[in-house]
């Protein structure tokens, strides 16, 4: 006889959910990734309903589609010396946790979902979705396990996920592991021994192509944007101040450089260094600063070339739209974003420039100069390179369809049995 589980419905549902999990510690990647995922999700699907579980303190900021949603769950940030604290909240952070984890298990006991597709962290944050993991498996619910192309270094990657403990739940929890890029570019998990189990699990999806979306409020673009430009990002901006600063000094050394900029800084870079950019900025007549643009891929879809850290959306944005690029990626805390440019630029996508810590004017001033001469991304041929949403959708699509039926009437069997 089936175990019988607990399910507040009243009747059987039948339209189907998907819930998705991202811990949002730091930065927008996780969250615009997970944005994509559910957007893509909801149009490809007429009936399916989407929600979002997200720490993002800015999340409310972004535009979501219809049969698109969110729960904001108590923020928490990374600290220098790797412990986490609350992002708000003057309590502990093993307090805040407790509640995060009991918020996440509440709300995908509710929702039910039919797949649950966790961003990145196995677990979650601190193991924060251990316990709704097994509850939501005797469900009959799909478990997905999404990452990006590059997580880090191998050697770095497989003591943390040792300390973590996370093999058993790619083994006996998770159905499938969805690498959202291509293994001729990196296999994220090259360096850590898995059991043949959890490797016939993995799907590589490719790249998640970006589109451009219409904004609900429409803003007046900048001024510079009226003449082909330079777009210079720093994604979420919390350690983008050396990217920032190079370019300026690039600027400000040489006014003649072929396009004028238009920066965005990041919502999460701080206050006074914004401040300061916005002034250096503004004396600068080829030059102009903003510190958000929740709508960025319209910015990028309209410039002439980008220069950016190389994150994983910055990267997908790029492709998709087939742009000239410069990525100066970051090395630390992660080699995450050397690896992708570095591997990128041998393809002839982007062009890399280190930053070693000097960072030469003289160097980002000849990159600038290089940049109307190089090759778009589409001039060179991935086979798959960006048919990471076509792929998602193909994978979901068996437990979203006539499957999600008979599951909500297996759920309906477990009630009564």
Request: glycine letters at 6%; proline letters at 8%.
């Amino acid at each position: 006889m089936l175990q019988a589980v607990e399910n507040t419905s009243l009747e059987p549902r039948r339209d189907p959910r998907v819930l998705i999990y991202s811990h949002d510690t730091f930065g927008l990647g996780h969250l615009r990734r997970c944005l994509t995922i559910a957007h893509d999700l909801v149009e490809q699907n007429k009936n399916l309903s989407v929600l979002i579980l997200s720490g993002s303190p800015i999340i409310g900021s972004f535009d979501f589609r219809v049969r698109v949603d969110f729960v904001r769950i108590p923020g928490v940030i990374k600290l220098r010396n790797g412990e986490y604290t609350p992002l708000n909240l003057h309590m502990g952070v093993e307090e805040t946790l407790s509640i995060r984890s009991s918020i996440i298990h509440h709300t995908a006991k509710i929702f039910d979902p039919d797949i649950f597709i966790v961003d990145k962290e196995p677990l979650g944050l601190r193991g924060e979705v251990r316990n709704a993991l097994p509850m939501l498996q005797k469900r009959g619910c799909r478990l997905v396990l999404g990452l990006r192309d590059i997580l880090d270094e191998p050697a770095l990657l497989a003591p943390e996920w040792a300390r973590k403990n996370v093999i058993p739940s790619l083994c006996d929890l998770y159905d499938e592991i969805w690498v959202y890029g291509l293994p001729q570019i990196c296999n994220p998990l090259s360096g850590i021994d898995l059991p043949e189990i959890v490797k016939s699990k993995i799907v590589y999806t490719g790249y998640l192509p970006r589109r451009i979306s219409k904004p609900v409020v429409a803003h007046p673009p900048p001024p510079v944007t009226q003449s082909p430009y330079l777009l210079v990002t720093t994604g979420g901006g919390g350690d983008g101040a050396e990217l920032i600063d190079w370019v300026l000094r690039a600027y400000e050394r040489e006014s003649l450089l072929p396009y004028p900029a238009l920066m965005v800084l990041g919502p999460f870079m701080q206050p006074e260094l914004q401040k300061e950019f916005l002034v250096r900025a503004e004396r600068l007549p080829r030059v102009q600063a903003i510190t958000f643009d929740a709508h960025i891929e319209n910015l990028e879809a309209n410039a002439a070339g980008i220069v950016a850290m190389g994150g994983y959306n910055t990267f997908c944005e790029i492709l998709s739209l087939d742009k000239k690029a410069i990525i100066v990626p970051r090395t630390k805390p992660r080699l995450e974003q050397y690896i992708r440019a570095s591997r990128a630029q041998e393809l002839g996508l982007v062009q890399m420039l280190v930053d070693d810590g000097s960072r030469p004017v003289e160097a980002m001033i000849s990159a600038l100069r290089a940049l109307p001469q190089q090759r778009k991304p589409s001039e060179v041929v991935v086979p798959g390179l960006l048919e990471g949403l076509t792929n998602v959708n193909r994978l979901a699509s068996p437990w979203l369809g006539q499957h999600a039926n008979v599951q909500s009437d297996l759920r309906v069997n477990r009630q009564h049995a």
